[in-house]
């Protein structure tokens, strides 16, 4: 969907009852790039989400280019029928690539290279003004901006302060402690909070078809992201079609001879 076609924020799919899904799919590319090679294909895998009922597609291009590439991003960004989602690090380098390929929507994270995944939310206090301007010139160019914080009420204020148009709370706390109340008390006052100050209210990291129920049913919550957990059931669930589909090519061959 090309930039001309952006909705503004307030014409995103927003029943009450329907929380949207964005489908995280940097670890197709993860997949991929364990071969360095074109398989498999992120792009074919949104074009599969979207036609599932995914509601916008979520990639994250990391500095270190580890799983999507920038190549994938300028695909996506001209083949994405619903709402392409692009994560990114507070850089001008990130910065740019954004104001150049305007994805709907992009969502500022926090990044460190050595990390595994994101492993926390933003600091939006410790460099104010940086954060700012990036916010600034990605409103100025229509682009829907969301802060991946933790479910903190400062945090939250902040963002608002800052200009951005949503915020994105950090469930890994909760995923990871699924039994614990607190963690996931946070996310309802943090979300709450968002809402009542005028944030639009997303969430994800960690989630999962058994820890979800729970933060889907935080009535502020409009968007989660998802990828690792639906992506790894993906492979679990898919395996006996791909032995299936594999077995009947064997088998055809091996009725030749
Ligand atoms: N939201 C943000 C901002 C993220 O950085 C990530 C992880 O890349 C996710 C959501 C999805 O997390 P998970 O892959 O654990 O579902």
């Known amino acids: 969907m090309s930039s001309e076609g952006n909705p ?4 995103l799919p927003r029943a009450p009852r329907h929380q949207r899904l964005y489908v995280n799919i940097d670890h197709v590319a993860t997949l991929r790039q364990a071969r360095r090679g074109a398989f498999p294909d992120p792009v074919q895998a949104a074009r599969w989400c979207e ?7 979520t990639v994250h291009l990391r500095e270190d280019r580890r799983h999507i590439q920038d190549a994938d991003v300028e695909t996506l960004s001209g083949t994405v029928r619903s709402y392409l989602n692009l994560e990114i690090a507070c850089t001008d380098e990130m ?13 500022i994270v926090p990044e460190r290279r050595e990390e595994v ?14 954060l700012r301007r990036t916010i600034d010139a990605l409103n100025a160019a229509g682009i829907r ?11 939250v204020r902040v963002s608002h302060e800052l200009g951005a148009a949503a915020i994105e709370l950090h469930t890994g706390r909760y995923a990871h402690h699924a039994f614990d109340r ?3 008390q946070s996310l309802i006052d943090a979300a709450h909070e968002g809402a ?8 994800g990291h960690g989630l999962s078809v058994s820890n979800v129920a729970a933060v889907a049913a935080i009535e502020p919550i409009e968007e ?15 395996i006996s079609g791909a032995i299936h589909e594999l077995r009947a090519v064997m088998s055809a061959a091996r009725s030749t001879i």
């Open 8 to 11: 503004p924020s307030g014409t």
């Open 51 to 57: 036609d599932a009922g995914a509601d916008g597609i």
């Open 95 to 107: 910065l740019a690539i954004a104001l150049r390929l305007k994805p709907q929507q992009v969502t």
């Open 117 to 130: 995944t994101t492993e926390g939310g933003l600091d939006v206090q410790r460099d104010p003004v940086q």
């Open 145 to 155: 901006t969301a802060l991946f914080i933790d479910a903190d009420m400062t945090a």
């Open 182 to 184: 607190a963690p996931l």
């Open 196 to 203: 009542r100050i005028g944030l639009a209210v997303h969430a």
């Open 224 to 238: 989660l992201n998802i990828g690792h957990a639906l992506i790894g059931r993906s492979i679990l669930i898919g």
